[in-house]
């Protein structure tokens, strides 16, 4: 009797954990806020929402960020005011078309980026090609695209900056436990007057169910931009994420 519900136990156990990793959709959503005042007067606010649909023959990822920042600014006379020093937003979806081996797959990429104090008023690519999924198991993920597109941009002078390029991303997965993940984001737009590249790392702990404590370091490039404005932007920060499915 007791081996009868030892077996059962497991069962039940390995049923409801498979359950769980087959959500056919999930999606997170992402909030810091820093506030300050006193003798330094700043705000900052990051959000983030990311969406995963999970289909027999797609799967599908959305993803829309955004960050904005004001701080206490000295002018020239020694007076000061409040001005925004960071304005930013980014939308991004990519579908993945399954082929007869599910982790062979035909992707398409869009995204979209409005970043204020950049060298440029907007920058979007569109890519498909060829996505693969090399591993996923219990403990780790791994997958990668690459494949031709186009981007679209327009300088801050007001000039058109589109070119073909050739994109490529990774993503990798690490659950060093049950209750913290380790997680690093690349992706790289080769263009012929300009490449855009992006890594984000992020280390998550569970708070409960639904909560979870992120910490992230995110890197953002590009090589060709005006005198004034600085190649490389990073950004560090703690946020709570929120599970909503």
């Given at each position: 009797?007791?081996k009868t519900l030892?077996?059962a136990?497991?069962l039940?156990?390995?049923?409801?954990?498979a359950q769980?990793?087959?959500?056919?959709?999930?999606?997170?959503g992402?909030?810091?806020f820093?506030?300050?005042?006193?003798?330094?007067?700043?705000?900052?606010?990051k959000?983030?929402?990311?969406?995963h649909?999970?289909?027999?023959q797609?799967s599908?990822d959305?993803?829309?960020?955004?960050?904005?920042?004001?701080?206490?600014?000295?002018?020239?006379?020694?007076?000061?005011?409040s001005?925004?020093?960071?304005?930013?937003?980014?939308l991004?979806?990519?579908?993945?078309?399954?082929?007869a081996?599910?982790?062979?797959?035909?992707?398409?990429?869009?995204?979209?980026?409005?970043?204020?104090?950049?060298s440029?008023?907007?920058?979007?690519?569109v890519?498909?090609g060829?996505?693969?999924?090399?591993?996923?198991?219990e403990t780790?993920?791994?997958?990668?695209?690459?494949?031709?597109?186009?981007?679209?941009?327009?300088?801050?002078?007001?000039?058109?900056?589109d070119?073909?390029i050739?994109?490529?991303?990774?993503g990798?997965n690490?659950?060093i436990?049950?209750?913290?993940?380790?997680?690093?984001?690349?992706?790289?737009?080769?263009?012929?007057?300009n490449?855009?590249?992006?890594?984000?790392?992020?280390?998550?702990?569970?708070?409960?169910?639904?909560l979870s404590?992120?910490?992230?370091?995110?890197?953002?490039?590009n090589?060709?931009?005006?005198e004034?404005?600085?190649?490389?932007d990073?950004?560090?920060?703690?946020?709570i994420?929120?599970t909503?499915?």
């Open positions: 009797m007791k030892v077996v136990g497991i039940l156990t390995g049923n409801a954990f769980e990793e087959v959500k056919p959709f999930t999606m997170d992402e909030f810091g820093i506030a300050t005042s006193g003798n330094t007067e700043t705000t900052s606010i959000a983030k929402l990311a969406a649909h999970e289909l027999e797609w599908n959305f993803l829309i960020e955004g960050l904005y920042k004001k701080d206490d600014v000295t002018l020239a006379d020694g007076s000061s005011e001005q925004t020093t960071a304005q930013k937003y980014f991004s979806g990519q579908g993945n078309y399954k082929l081996n599910p982790d062979h797959r035909l992707f398409a990429f869009a995204s979209y980026e409005d970043d204020r104090f950049s440029f008023n907007y920058q979007s690519t890519a498909a060829w996505s693969q999924k090399l591993w996923d198991n780790t993920k791994f997958e990668y695209s690459v494949g031709p597109g186009y981007s679209f941009a327009e300088t801050a002078e007001g000039e058109d900056a070119s073909f050739v994109r490529g991303a990774l990798f690490w659950k436990s049950d209750t913290a993940t380790f997680k690093q984001i690349m992706s790289t737009e080769v263009g012929e007057d490449t855009k590249s992006k890594s984000e790392t992020s280390l998550s702990a569970k708070i409960n169910s639904s404590m992120k910490l992230s370091l995110t890197f953002d490039h090589s060709n931009v005006t004034d404005t600085e190649k490389l990073t950004q560090t920060a703690a946020t994420v929120y909503f499915f």
